[in-house]
């Protein structure tokens, strides 16, 4: 079933921000916003933030994450060593009944 | 405190049926909201959804994996258990097990369980 797309890999310098984005269409992002995850290697995913900019207890103000119709964004802001890790973003497809997953970003901290 | 955890064999072969349980505590899969999904993620690639149950025994299934999968669940064992039949080696994946509440996100993830296809 169609996924949602994420540029494959990011690199930004320490303290630098960056955003990472993921598009869908209006069955998904457009309608049920995206949630993000973040991956460390070797680890299970973590939650960044769902439905569009709610947080759960314990994640950073430094990540913040928005939608402009069908394209969902994550921005991370002051990065550090440890934001370097893979970035899914998922949705559920109203028109497919089931849950998508883009590709992932790898994010790259110089 | 809600964990999950994966449970079923690192190997199958070739065309055997794979049987994988999820143990999890914390929360109750009759909650009004409740759903536990799994997903699959083979090694260095992306992650992949492939079934939900939710607390009214509403199951969802991947439309590429749907005649292959059945997940159900064991409410009063806080458990579901996912088949998955005609195992092939491109099924070789870490299989996850995750929480969530009225398809909003996976808030709560299994450590997973590594399943290797090969005769």
């Known amino acids: 079933q169609a996924g949602l797309t994420q540029p494959p890999s990011v690199s930004k310098g320490l303290r630098q921000t960056a955003t990472l984005t993921c598009t869908g269409n209006s069955n998904n992002v457009g309608n049920q916003g995206a949630a993000w995850l973040q991956q460390h290697q070797g680890h299970p995913p973590k939650l960044l933030s769902y439905?569009?900019?709610n947080r759960p207890s314990g994640i950073s103000e430094r990540f913040s994450a928005s939608r402009s119709g069908n394209t969902a964004s994550l921005t991370i802001t002051g990065l550090q060593p440890e934001d370097e890790a893979d970035y899914y973003c998922?949705?559920?497809?109203?028109?497919?009944?089931?849950?998508?997953f883009g590709g992932g970003t790898k994010l790259t901290v110089l | 405190q809600v964990t999950l955890r994966e449970s079923g064999p690192a190997l199958v072969k070739p065309t055997q049926t794979l049987t994988l349980t999820c143990t999890f505590s914390g929360f109750s899969l009759s909650t009004s909201g409740m759903c536990v999904s799994w997903i699959r993620q083979p090694p260095g690639k992306a992650l992949e959804w492939l079934a939900l149950?939710?607390?009214?025994?509403?199951?969802y299934y991947s439309t590429s994996l749907k005649t292959r999968l059945t997940i159900s669940k064991d409410t009063s064992k806080n458990q579901v258990v996912l088949t998955m039949t005609n195992m092939d080696p491109v099924d070789t994946a870490t299989y996850y097990c995750?929480?969530?509440?009225?398809?909003?996100?996976?808030?709560?993830w299994g450590q997973g369980t590594m399943v290797t296809v090969s005769s």
């Open positions: 149950i939710d607390w009214d025994d509403d199951k």
């Open positions: 439905r569009n900019n």
């Open positions: 998922s949705a559920w497809d109203s028109s497919l009944s089931a849950w998508v």
């Open positions: 995750a929480r969530s509440y009225d398809k909003y996100a996976f808030d709560i």
